[in-house]
């Protein structure tokens, strides 16, 4: 009886509770959000648990083989006896939905309805307990009920603290947690420092960020002070946005004498999520710096460099800690005469665990009904996989004959340059027409003066202090072959897979602000409606809203 005149919202396996359609925050939208990070803590609850003796197993997916034939084939006569007495040892298995003594710890620090901790206790094996937080007593009380409907009480607690304050109370070694979720409305900032000091020795942490408008460039002063990093406007400000939220972990992480390793990175929609590893180690805290860049980005042509914040050397076992020397260019850009603007600093080192995200593909893959958003996982992650892991940022196409205002050559073609030219390049999944590569600016503008060369601007018509002019006034040192190689394509983009969201819903942006007493504020839908009003039709398309006064609703980058 208890639970006829609520609204009941269904996601993957859980079925959740609304008293009203707007009583608890709800944005349907994340859904993508939540399946992904079901999939990455199965995987990592299925590499920790093994050193626990504990096997993991997921409904619908195959047996994994561990050995193939031909290494059986090779093993010694010890090792086969070796083999064979592990396997007289009976392994504890851990499934969805029952509590394993052995298993991971998880707190999801802002929890509004329990949607995502409940789909933890329904869908991730392996899991000792849950514990679902929210400030709201509307929101902890929505929790319990939803934890009972859906029959996971044993394995989900509600609690009602501030988040920051629970996390500090589980800062002692035998009370951390093993994953901590933080999925806030806005900034993460203000949660960070007791994240990295609550989640155990290996432990990971989730974060999203959805305040891209101050991480994309709209507000440098207002990104140094929430993550110690300046943020500036370019095309790779989706990229950079990670890079931004890595370099505040880690600089947080550094003071308790840890250090992060990420697992996977991703920009989609309208936020940004990183999954990370927190491990404790003085020695390796000492890298941190060198871990670090500065970004000098040319305002012209939009030409970048980076410049570590530190230098190490190795000698012999022991490592050498120096300062870095530079900067890396002089005061104006030697490609179009215009200034530099410094941003960052940044990480600068891999964003993704390649290994790790080959695993999570394959599952994902390999059990495809898993998630309702599994074709468009495998999309992400496959993408993932082709980035150049050791180059930061990307230019885009559209960017570069912008510059010089010729005709956009084709991606493959403008790709197939830069191959035949000896370096390496790959694509971005944090934008459509993005271009990773090793080749530096000299080369890429080469390739923009050999094309302008075969789709000829009107020079006359070019302003003699104009990027476009400078540039195209100096002859290229190469002749770029545009013939498209195989290579140039990548399987991703081969195989059409899901790669980039499509508009699934009218206004699918981020959704209000949750009210301090637990229910959602009406001021974006008062301004919506005052909006249409004005109008005199109907929004019905979020193209629409490209002229819409409140930046709060608009999607941002």
């Not at 620090?109 to 929210?134: K, M």
């Not at 000098?296 to 970048?304: A, L, M, P, Q, T």
């Not at 570590?308 to 030697?334: E, F, H, I, L, Q």
């Amino acid at each position: 009886m208890e639970f006829r005149q609520n609204t009941v919202v269904k996601e993957g396996k859980a079925s959740i509770l609304f008293p009203s359609a707007n009583e608890v925050f709800y944005n349907p939208v994340q859904e993508f959000n939540r399946d992904l990070t079901c999939a990455v803590i199965t995987e990592f609850a299925r590499d920790l648990l093994v050193q626990r003796g504990v096997k993991v197993v997921v409904p619908g997916e195959k047996e994994r083989v561990v050995v193939s034939l031909s290494e059986e084939a090779e093993q010694t006569d010890g090792q086969k006896d070796q083999a064979d007495g592990q396997t007289d040892e009976p392994a504890l298995t851990a499934t969805v939905g029952e509590k394993c003594e052995r298993g991971l710890r998880v707190l999801e620090g802002l929890a509004a309805s329990g949607l995502r901790s409940v789909r933890f206790a329904l869908e991730v094996p392996g899991l000792q307990s849950v514990t679902a937080n929210d400030f709201s007593t509307k929101a902890a009380a929505l929790i319990s009920r939803n934890a009972r409907y859906n029959g996971v009480d044993h394995l989900l607690q509600a609690s009602c603290q501030d988040a920051s304050m629970l996390m500090y109370e589980k800062r002692g070694k035998k009370e951390r947690y093993d994953v901590i979720d933080l999925d806030p409305y806005g900034s993460p900032a203000t949660f960070l420092d007791a994240a990295v000091q609550a989640v155990a020795d290996g432990g990971l942490l989730c974060i999203t960020c959805t305040d891209m408008a101050v991480m994309a460039g709209n507000s440098g002063e207002t990104c140094y002070s929430k993550y110690g990093s300046v943020s500036i406007k370019a095309k790779y400000c989706h990229e950079m946005a990670l890079r931004i939220i890595l370099h505040s972990l880690d600089q947080r992480a550094a003071v308790y004498q840890r250090y992060i390793h990420p697992l996977l990175s991703v920009s989609v929609d309208f936020y940004i999520r990183v999954f990370v590893r927190v491990f404790t180690g003085q020695a390796t805290v000492k890298n941190s710096a060198s871990k670090q860049a500065l970004i000098y980005n040319c305002v012209g042509c939009g030409s970048f460099h980076l410049q570590r914040m530190g230098r190490r050397t190795s000698n012999g076992k022991n490592m050498k800690y120096s300062a870095a020397t530079g900067p890396p260019v002089g005061p104006d850009c030697g490609h179009c005469g215009q200034r530099h603007q410094m941003g960052g600093p940044i990480w600068a080192e891999p964003i993704h665990d390649s290994a790790f995200v080959q695993k999570v593909l394959s599952a994902v893959s390999g059990n495809p009904t898993r998630f309702g958003t599994s074709k468009r996982i495998e999309g992400v992650l496959s993408m993932v996989t082709e980035e150049l892991e050791d180059v930061p940022l990307y230019y885009t196409v559209d960017q570069l004959s912008s510059t010089v205002h010729c005709n956009t050559p084709p991606l493959l073609q403008f790709r197939s340059a830069l191959l035949h030219a000896g370096h390496r390049v790959s694509l971005s999944h944090a934008c459509k027409n993005a271009i990773k590569t090793d080749a530096p600016p000299a080369v890429i503008w080469d390739v923009m003066r050999c094309w302008e060369k075969s789709n000829p601007v009107k020079r006359e018509k070019l302003s003699q202090t104009s990027p476009a002019f400078k540039i195209l006034s100096t002859e290229p040192s190469l002749d770029a072959c545009f013939s498209v190689r195989d290579d140039a394509n990548p399987q991703s983009r081969k195989r059409h897979l899901t790669r980039f969201q499509e508009n699934p819903q009218a206004f699918w942006g981020p959704k209000a602000r949750a009210k301090a007493g637990g229910g959602i504020s009406t001021d974006l839908q008062d301004k919506r409606k005052k909006f249409q009003n004005k109008r005199k039709t109907p929004i019905t398309d979020s193209s629409q809203l490209k002229n819409f006064p409140c930046k709060k609703f608009r999607q941002v980058g």
